[in-house]
């Protein structure tokens, strides 16, 4: 393709075609005209907004697209289920992890596209990624004991293993497999993982106060007399506010 | 009524039920966290069932620019929720008695010292 | 399918309602803007059925830009947010 000579890798041809597509469905009108207008527009907006050349190649291998998008679909539905029986169950109390949770991939767009399928779910989210270290930190509600993070930890696991394995190349796939599960037997072994049963109140008050050591911010004292300049009204408002939730 | 109504009316009627349990779980839930789980997901979900109820109503024409919003919905809403979550992670919205771990804060505290 | 369209109306109203009840309470800033976000998602799921009801397409393309500048809208906001709360 000419296109493809003159700007080198910057113009990739299936983010074309994807811009050319949508282009196509925003008209509502499959002809040659649209298309051509499609390809002019695509072709600007590459250019003018070049994105990082990588090798994107997800159509690829179809069948394992498809796969993941029913294998997605299964587990939306499924987790809205749950969340929302473990809510209305509890009334509104929550109970949630923030947990580790090693990355299997080491290409960006895979890491990326991973943490979008995880997030979609309901009741779990990828809260922050640590790239040099490969962590992602997870947040996951209805986590009660230890059993129910190990449940919600291995299902991170897996559907990672499951993006890379449509997303990733043909080396990447089996060494996700080692390495997810690797990262479950890890998981059995680490004391990091295990969590408290819920805690008495002394025992979180004892920890927030730490933490509000750690972040050491004005303006956020439990007794919500003293906050700063700005915002006196917020914080006695979230105290308040906590109070009548429970 | 058809086969095509009834697909419909599943849609759209379930669709709103998602929808209605995560506007309730917002009102419910105590901290940020928390609510944004109960917002965008069920929404993403409610819209999509929605939409789906609507597409099997018109022409496959129309039919199209309904899936480009349930795609772009998808794609937006995990891109949401992520920097939603760290903004509210970092500016206090997580309410820390509702957590059971936290790695991320013993991480940050140990980077600290 | 009258019943349909109005139980999916009635559904969609309560939902406005409760999430314009959160934008009302706060009481932070990120969780307007999450209920006003909300508010954006079920007005898009508003239209549809509106759509639904006389089985015309016309407000695809209204439908498309409303969720898409919605996504804008919010994550610039948020980021906004975000900034100031860290530099108090």
Known sequence: MPRRRRHGNRIAPSLMIWLVVVWMLLWGTFDVATAVYGLLVALIVLVVFPLPSHRWNIFHRPWRLVILAGYVIVDLVGSAVRFFVDTLRESGRVSAAIMAVPVLSDVDHVIASAANVVSLAPGTFVLQIDRSRGIWYVYTTGVRTAEDAHKAYDNVVDMQHVVVWAFGDEQEAPAARSRAEEAKRERDRSPVCRPQQPSPVAAVAASEAEFRNAESRNGESDGGGEAGADGPDDVAEVDENRREDR | ?113 | MNVVFAVTFGLLGVAGLLTMLRVVRGPRTLDRILAVDVLVILIVAGTAVGMAMSSRGIYIALIVVVALLGFVGTISVVRLVERREEYR
Request: charged content about 15%.
């Open chain 2, 1 to 113: 009524m058809s086969v095509r109504d009834w697909v419909s009316a599943v849609g759209l009627i379930s669709g709103a039920l998602f929808c209605v349990i995560g506007a309730w779980g917002m009102v419910r839930l105590p901290d940020t966290l928390s609510r944004l789980q109960a917002a965008t997901k069920p929404q993403t979900l409610g819209l999509l069932l929605i939409l789906a109820g609507t597409a099997v109503r018109l022409e496959p024409h129309f039919a199209v620019g309904l899936v480009l919003a349930g795609l772009f919905q998808v794609i937006t809403a995990p891109a949401l929720s992520q920097l939603f979550g760290r903004a509210a992670y970092r500016t206090g919205g997580v309410d820390r008695s509702t957590l059971v771990v936290d790695e991320l804060a013993q991480r940050l505290r140990s980077g600290r010292e």
